[in-house]
């Protein structure tokens, strides 16, 4: 007879498969899964938890007066994803460059964003400060998949309630692609960080936290509630009551100081950069805070959770979790025929709003719109489209107003059947009428008929805003 001891017995494994079979615990199996001490289950760190969640492309991007009045006065934690080190920016302080002023803006954004109370900040790795205004080049430049793992992460480890991002848009003066990439990559991380089969190795939990080696990261699945763009457009006609507007002429409370003064404190620590740091120290100097005292101006991309679109940004926001909202992804549309469209940024915004939910954004601007120095090169990406059955013949034409000229190139493009080709218009603009807007329609016509037409609002000498990319690189090559 065997003689019970003190300690688990080593069951016999053939023995213990048959008594589960038989739906019966050998004793000394139990015996080693009865907890012996009872260990708290950890919950998500609360040192990351954060109500608003930043992702932006640089140091210094970040919407500085609402923040401010966010945790100064409405007592909300706030953390920030920059999706690049800015190591193509210039430096208005000294020669560092290239990786050396990565290292410098990293320490500028740090030391801005822990003025006012921010000390959750992350920069992606392996990105690419790209200057242009393609946000397919940026998402290439970036590591499009590495990036959107890195956002979903830091949202799961963040759990914000609201994300705050740059509006994912073509617009005059808000042309930079890396602002638009962060954008892309905050709409896709909204949508996918509730989603357990997206990026799973992050939501597995660990063999053995207090081990080493451990591959998977132990976070869970976060959906965010309420999703907002700003942007830095020069006409900003086109954000008017489509989100909740902050004076930056309010005094804030806490402070005792207006909005517009708290952020220019912020963002004069900024002092690599022209438009932030040394207005800001300009103005702190002069007392001339114009560019400071625009409002904060937001797009409201979705809500989860109610709440009208010009209300506070927290309107109707509920401390979380929420449970997994699925977008419907993208659809193919049905074409027909021979059709023209812009290509590149625009193609693929025209999907990509839809696929998230964010549709409404079409209708922000009825004509797309651009801006080049006067003199400078516009180059156009187009689709021709041949949807039929049979080889087509597509000439395409512009109508351009006077001063305009056109690089010559082919007019006429041979398309396959249930194919697309793609054309690039170059012209070079006029070198006067330096602020004006034009209209420029670009014609398909296929034997003898018009099948389509794109028109494109011009604007010359394309003067930016506060914050904005410089006019120079306008041309979207
Ligand atoms: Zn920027």
Known sequence: MQQRTAFPVRPNPLGCLLLLLMGVWPTAMIGQLAPQTTTASPLPDDRYKADILVIVAHSDDEPAGYLIRAISDQHKRVAVLDGTRSQAGGNEVGYEQA??????REIEARRALASIGVFNVWFMSGTTDTPGDNVLRSLETWGHGAALEEAVRIVRLTRPEVILTWLPHFVVGENHGDHQASAVIATEAFDLAGDPTAFPEQVSFPRDRKGIGNLTEGLRPWQPEKLYFFSDASQMAFMKEQGPVYSAMDVSPSLHMPYYRAAALEE????TQGETGQAAKVALATGN????????RFI????LVGGTVTGDIFEGAVRGPIPF????GYRPQVREGISIELGDP?????KFWPAHGIGHLADLMKVPEIGVDPG??????????????QPQSINLSVDLPSGWTEKAAATQYSVRPQDVYPVWFVLTAPT???GNWQQITWQAESRGQTVGSVIVKILLNAEDSRAGWGAGSISIR
């Not at 909202?325 to 419907?328: F, M, N, R």
């Not at 400078?376 to 059955?389: I, K, M, Q």
């Open 376 to 389: 400078g090169t516009l180059e156009l990406p187009f689709l021709l489209h041949n949807d039929t059955d």
């Open 99 to 104: 990786a050396a002023i990565g290292e410098v």
């Open 289 to 296: 805070f114009k560019y400071f005292q625009l409002p904060d």
């Open 346 to 350: 625009w193609a693929f915004y025209r």
């Open 432 to 434: 006067g009428n330096g």
């Open 268 to 271: 004069s620590y900024y002092l």
């Open 325 to 328: 909202a699925p977008v419907c």
């Open 300 to 303: 409201l991309g979705k809500s």
